[in-house]
Nanobody, 121 residues
Framework: QVQLVESGGGSVQAGGSLTLSCAVS????????VGWFRQAPGKGREGVAA????????KYADSVRDRFTISQDLANNTAYLQMGSLKPEDTAVYYC??????????????WGQGTQVTVSS
């Protein structure tokens, strides 16, 4: 059974930075893709970034490209989402997700519990 536990959410000012962590158990190598989704109040859940654990290939939503970076530390079984130049519109609950090659389009095998990110003006 794969478990995903997010941490690192909080409140920051616009223009600031925040890094989210996703601890994967039993190990990150046990899944093919790890990604981050977010859901703002009154909005649908959208994909933010994803990484293939074996190849380190990444994908980003256009809205966060060049501002956010997804990465992984295989030795520590952890995926990260480094968020910079944060904007108020980035405010959302961020969810770590794991699955296969269709993760980006919503075929999610495992979800984390979510962590709140709030960006103030």
């Amino acid at each position: 059974q794969v478990q995903l536990v997010e941490s690192g959410g909080g409140s920051v000012q616009a223009g600031g930075s925040l890094t989210l962590s996703c601890a994967v158990s039993p190990n990150i190598h046990s899944i093919n893709y790890v990604g981050w989704f977010r859901q703002a109040p009154g909005k649908g859940r959208e994909g933010v970034a994803a990484i293939q654990t074996s190849s380190f290939h990444t994908k980003y939503a256009d809205s966060v490209r060049d501002r956010f970076t997804i990465s992984q530390d295989l030795a520590n079984n952890t995926a990260y989402l480094q968020m910079g130049s944060l904007k108020p519109e980035d405010t959302a609950v961020y969810y770590c997700a794991a699955g296969g090659n269709r993760l980006w389009i919503g075929y999610v095998d495992y979800w984390g519990q979510g962590t709140q990110v709030t960006v103030s003006s």
